[in-house]
């Protein structure tokens, strides 16, 4: 279970990152992306919460960090055109 609260917060803070990238944009759903951001971190932190009861601080924040960064890199390359430099 302690493996699916981290990886559940992960997947809910990729999501907030992404929402937050396509709000600013604008647009007209620029208010829906920012309803996402704020309702993605929220449900992320809680599960992270969770996860720190069963993982070492140092452990659970460089999966959480590395993980996630590592995905988003990899949206932002083939979702946003961004650059691998």
Do not use: R
């Not at 990729?14 to 704020?38: D, E």
């Not at 809680?46 to 070492?56: H, T, W």
Request: glycine residues 10%.
């Amino acid at each position: 279970m302690k493996w699916i609260y981290l990886l559940a917060s992960i997947a809910f803070e990729v999501l907030g990152t992404t929402a937050m990238k396509m709000a600013s944009q604008g647009g007209k759903n620029a208010m829906i992306w920012n309803v996402t951001v704020w309702v993605a971190y929220i449900i992320c932190f809680g599960l992270l919460q969770y996860a720190m009861k069963y993982f070492e601080l140092g452990t659970v924040y460089a999966i959480w960090s590395g993980v996630g960064i590592s995905i988003l890199a990899v949206i932002g390359y083939f979702v946003f055109e961004d650059s691998f430099s």
